[in-house]
Nanobody, 120 residues
Framework: QVQLKESGGGLVQAGGSLRLSCAAS????????MGWYRQAPGKQRELVAT???????NYADSVKGRFTIARENAKNTVSLQMNSLKPEDTAVYYC??????????????WGQGTQVTVSS
């Protein structure tokens, strides 16, 4: 069983920055991907950014150029630096870890989520 714990959410004004962190523990797959998804009220959970063990990244178009994902394999941690935040970035942000090419929505291990609120 994998446990994920997020931290770093909060309230920020538009144009501001926040940094989210996530630490994984437990029975972690030797080869895994990590990432961040978010879910706004009344909307489906959506991909924000993902990163492989080799450091390959993928971003949602809406956050490209503003968000940066990074990970430390030795510590099983992943972070999300969020700059130039917009009110539409307001959501609960979830950390996820999954194995290889599996679908994270179905097979991922998820954290409890951390609230990010961006005021206009």
């Amino acid at each position: 069983q994998v446990q994920l714990k997020e931290s770093g959410g909060g309230l920020v004004q538009a144009g501001g920055s926040l940094r989210l962190s996530c630490a994984a523990s437990g029975s972690i797959f030797s080869i895994n991907n990590m990432g961040w998804y978010r879910q706004a009220p009344g909307k489906q959970r959506e991909l924000v950014a993902t990163i492989t063990m080799s450091g390959s990244t993928n971003y949602a178009d809406s956050v490209k150029g503003r968000f940066t994902i990074a990970r430390e394999n030795a510590k099983n941690t992943v972070s999300l630096q969020m700059n130039s935040l917009k009110p539409e970035d307001t959501a609960v942000y979830y950390c996820v870890l999954w194995r290889g090419s599996l679908d994270p929505m179905r097979y991922g291990s998820w954290g409890q989520g951390t609230q990010v609120t961006v005021s206009s």
